[in-house]
Antibody, heavy 124, light 108 residues
Framework: EVQLVQSGAEVKKPGESLKISCRCS????????IAWVRQMPGKGLEFIGI????????RYSPSFQGQVTISGDKSITTAYLQLNGLKASDSAIYYC?????????????????WGQGTGVTVSS | EIVLTQSPATLSLSPGERATLSCRAS??????LAWYQQKPGQSPRLLIY???TKATGVPARFSGSGSGTDFTLTISSLEPEDFALYYC??????????FGPGTKVEIK
């Protein structure tokens, strides 16, 4: 069974950094892209970026470039989203999701399995 | 950048009624369009991909259609558990895919 299990909710102060984890199991971790998606309170889904765990090739939405870092650790089949210089506007739920299909050039795009989400609150 | 527009923003219907949700792309995406359902407090769930292919376990009352710039998600007869938010997603600029703003299907 494919599972993506994210780290727990976080409360941070402005200016701090945060690293959210997404532990993946039930499939070959290195074969599928992992995406990160943000959902601000009461709002829609925003694509943050995506990583191919086999070679750590990470791509970012221009809206998030420079603000976040996506990484992965093959040895523990876990992907990470690091948020730096947190602001109140970073308060949101962050999801990881697996892009369907195997292989770096699978041609897929849809997200077939999702983590449970990690709530982040940034407040002084 | 391709922009996805969903309409209506809110759809108020009764159980048993037919729901028709629209997703329009600012330029052609072929059939590279997916639909997701999100219930309150839950993660999104993949419903449809390639515009019309149902994901595993999706009930037969859900169907997707369209190509190019205009797409439709139809729920033939609403069940109580179908009242939720629905998002479309495209892949034209992979890996920088985008989501639509969503349609809320609420109980009338």
């Amino acid at each position: 069974e494919v599972q993506l299990v994210q780290s727990g909710a976080e409360v941070k102060k402005p200016g701090e950094s945060l690293k959210i984890s997404c532990r993946c199991s039930g499939y070959r971790f290195t074969d599928s892209w992992i995406a990160w998606v943000r959902q601000m309170p009461g709002k829609g889904l925003e694509f943050i970026g995506i990583i191919y765990p086999d070679d750590s090739d990470a791509r970012y939405s221009p809206s998030f470039q420079g603000q976040v870092t996506i990484s992965g650790d093959k040895s523990i089949t876990t992907a990470y989203l690091q948020l730096n210089g947190l602001k109140a506007s970073d308060s949101a739920i962050y999801y990881c999701a697996r892009q369907a299909g195997a292989g770096k050039a699978s041609g897929s795009y849809y997200l077939d399995y999702w983590g449970q989400g990690t709530g982040v609150t940034v407040s002084s | 950048e391709i922009v996805l527009t969903q309409s209506p923003a809110t759809l108020s219907l009764s159980p048993g009624e037919r729901a028709t949700l629209s997703c329009r792309a600012s330029q052609s995406v072929g059939t590279s369009l997916a639909w997701y359902q999100q219930k309150p407090g839950q993660s999104p769930r993949l419903l449809i991909y390639h515009a019309s292919t149902k994901a595993t376990g999706v009930p037969a009352r859900f169907s997707g259609s369209g190509s190019g710039t205009d797409f439709t998600l139809t729920i033939s007869s609403l069940e109580p558990e179908d009242f939720a938010l629905y998002y479309c997603q495209q892949r034209k600029n992979w890996p920088l895919f985008t989501f639509g703003p969503g349609t809320k299907v609420e109980i009338k």
